[in-house]
């Protein structure tokens, strides 16, 4: 052992290991799974993972992976975090979503939450939750200065803003008792709505609440700098950071021009991302708009400190599924250890029945308790920063910062995010990188649990009553779910459940990898699979296909097996009545001689299995 004072070199003993020769050792194993055609710089780009608008996760980060000085915590750029003690002493502002149009059961849930752990309120109100009348019955006994209240008020911020400013001056609320955001955000609603012809006035009306904040609640923030919109049309991280960049300067540009110092201006925004279950990304992100709203604040001529970024992180409902819901828990608790990791001010968990309707009280309670577990059982409150330091979250970081930047330098070149708005330019651009991720989404490149794999055709889900329906109208709103949905819903529509009879030909030991393969397969539209008997030749398929009750099949063997027989097992099903055949595995070079015995289709890794699985149900006859 080292003396003491001394340093201990981790290393020392271990042979010094370059990157050339990772690559090479990376070529290798590569070489054993059939890539001949990788070596080198190839062998490493093999295994990096596109994440959109050119950003690149790799394999391996080293310190020769340079990015710009991540500075201190709770100083410029911020990219550490907005506070020098970051969540270490209180932790993060644990924020409960609240959608129930009725004001009484919401009193009941929110006082129930601030109970047991929630320390701010996030409210829908008007049109998609609790009327602005009935805003005073909702928060009844909710303790304004203790517990802060962010509105999600649509359209009707302005009479909302006022209802709660009425509440808080009849209970007595000192002028800067913390009251929380009154979520004005003009063009996130036209984002949502398409409507873009009282935008003018909403902008004047959003600037007026921003300049009675500051002259008389200091307490209380008036605009939402909300990034959901375009998180949930599908845009990928960098989009997300784009237009929440352009959006908060467009409102910058409208509170100066109503008179707010600049300063005070950027006291008046909070900003919304969201958090996915790729933590990473997300954590990444986080960083990267802290980083880039300092940048837009030095530029801008506000004093170092005034750029720091207030930030609340949301889990994503773009990545919540309808089917096996509770898996919603997992994803929901990764996307909070990113958001906090990241060094978000406020986190709200969205219970794990959001995508059915209206959340439980045992939903609420897991959502809540997620946070609590992350700050009290597992400490990530603690460390300031814990992602810091690490050359992938620094890189990742600075790559998306400058996708970032570009997308906000295209947007601004266009007029500004209302003129991008206007013209198209952020739909078209958010739609077509949909179409690049449910095209992975389709391939199972990006695998869904429980739905695109591992599915349960035979779950019951839990009812729930119904959301009310927020704006809609501009752009569209996607989930990673929704093709598969839609087949499952096809399947669960037809009143007989779908079968499909698993052709194994061979031993186990020749087919069982197929099998697992075809019958995940199936599951995912909703589709049982059958797999009796356990293998089948020519002269035994038509008896186990017609007791099998289904109506299409699937061969499912190796290659060296296929090639002896599987002409003959299709051309049996086919004269036994099977409206499709399809073949576990690539066609090859005897899919002409394959396909002339009756197999229809192949389904193998990285096929389009949404559209072979329409088409099964097409020739099924499910509507």
């Given at each position: ?124 109100v008007g049109a998609a939750g609790v009327p602005v009348a009935e805003l005073a019955t909702a928060l009844d006994g909710v303790l304004l200065d203790l517990a802060p209240v962010v509105l999600e008020p649509g359209a009707e911020f302005d009479a909302a803003a006022r209802e709660l400013l009425r509440i808080a001056d009849e209970r007595g609320l000192a002028p800067g008792a913390p009251l929380g955001v009154l979520g004005a955000d003009p063009l996130g609603l036209a984002a949502r709505t398409g409507d873009h012809d009282e935008l003018t006035t909403r902008l004047w009306a959003a600037a007026s609440l921003a300049a009675r904040c500051h002259r008389d609640h200091q307490g209380l923030r008036a605009l939402v700098v909300d990034a959901s919109p375009y998180h949930e049309a ?390």
């Amino acid at each position: 052992m080292p003396a003491t004072g001394e340093e201990l070199p981790l290393a020392e003993g271990f042979p010094e290991v370059s990157r050339e020769r990772w690559r090479e050792l990376v070529a290798g194993v590569l070489r054993k799974a059939g890539r001949s055609d990788v070596d080198g710089r190839a062998a490493e780009e093999a295994l990096s993972t596109a994440v959109g608008d050119g950003v690149v996760t790799r394999p391996l980060y080293t310190a020769e992976d340079a990015a710009p000085d991540a500075g201190f915590p709770g100083f410029a750029p911020f990219v550490r975090g907005a506070r020098p003690e970051g969540t270490a002493v209180a932790g993060w502002d644990v924020r409960q979503f609240h959608g129930d149009p009725d004001p009484r059961r919401t009193n009941e849930a929110v006082l129930a939450d601030l109970e047991h752990g929630v320390t701010s309120v996030w409210l829908a109100v008007g049109a998609a939750g609790v009327p602005v009348a009935e805003l005073a019955t909702a928060l009844d006994g909710v303790l304004l200065d203790l517990a802060p209240v962010v509105l999600e008020p649509g359209a009707e911020f302005d009479a909302a803003a006022r209802e709660l400013l009425r509440i808080a001056d009849e209970r007595g609320l000192a002028p800067g008792a913390p009251l929380g955001v009154l979520g004005a955000d003009p063009l996130g609603l036209a984002a949502r709505t398409g409507d873009h012809d009282e935008l003018t006035t909403r902008l004047w009306a959003a600037a007026s609440l921003a300049a009675r904040c500051h002259r008389d609640h200091q307490g209380l923030r008036a605009l939402v700098v909300d990034a959901s919109p375009y998180h949930e049309a599908g845009g990928s991280p960098a989009e997300e950071l784009g237009c929440s960049l352009a959006t908060g300067v467009a409102y910058l540009r409208e509170l100066t021009r109503a008179g707010l110092p600049l300063e005070a201006a950027l006291g008046q925004l909070e900003f919304r991302y969201a958090a996915t279950a790729d933590q990473f990304v997300t954590i990444a992100k986080l960083r990267a708009a802290r980083r880039l709203w300092s940048r837009v604040a030095e530029a801008s001529g506000a004093p170092p400190a005034a750029g720091a970024q207030r930030q609340h992180a949301v889990t994503s409902r773009v990545m919540m599924t309808r089917r096996d819901p509770w898996v919603n828990m997992l994803r929901t608790t990764v996307a909070a250890l990113a958001a906090g990791a990241g060094g978000a001010d406020a986190v709200t968990v969205l219970p794990f029945d959001e995508a059915l309707g209206l959340p439980d009280a045992f939903a609420r309670r897991i959502a809540r308790n997620t946070s609590a577990i992350l700050l009290a059982e597992s400490h990530l409150g603690r460390v300031i920063d814990p992602a810091g330091g690490s050359w992938y979250v620094e890189s990742l970081t600075d790559d998306l910062a400058r996708a970032g930047w570009a997308w906000f330098q295209e947007i601004e070149r266009a007029g500004g995010q209302e003129a991008a708005l206007r013209s198209g330019l952020v739909a078209e651009r958010l739609a077509a990188e949909w179409a690049r991720r449910r095209g992975r989404l389709a391939k199972r490149r990006e695998p869904i649990t429980g739905v695109s794999e591992f599915a349960n055709p035979k779950e019951r889900l839990p009812e729930r009553a119904p959301a009310p329906a927020g704006p809609r109208g501009g752009l569209p709103v996607v989930r990673r779910d929704e093709a598969f949905e839609a087949l499952r819903a096809r399947a669960d529509a037809a009143g007989q459940r779908p079968r499909a009879f698993l052709a194994a030909i061979g031993p186990v030991a020749a087919h069982t990898a197929r099998v697992g393969f075809a019958a995940n397969l199936f599951q995912a539209a909703g589709i049982e699979p059958v797999h009796e008997p356990t293998s089948v030749g020519a002269d035994t398929v038509a008896a186990a296909f017609a007791a099998s009750g289904a109506e299409v099949a699937c061969l499912c063997s190796s290659d060296a097996l296929y090639a002896e027989r599987a002409a003959e097992v299709a051309a049996a099903l086919k004269a036994a009545g099977a409206r499709r055949v399809l073949l576990a595995g690539r066609p090859g070079e005897r899919e002409a001689e394959y396909r002339a015995a009756g197999v229809d289709e192949f389904v193998f890794v990285g096929g389009d299995v949404v559209v072979v699985l329409t088409s099964v149900l097409e020739s099924l006859g499910v509507a």
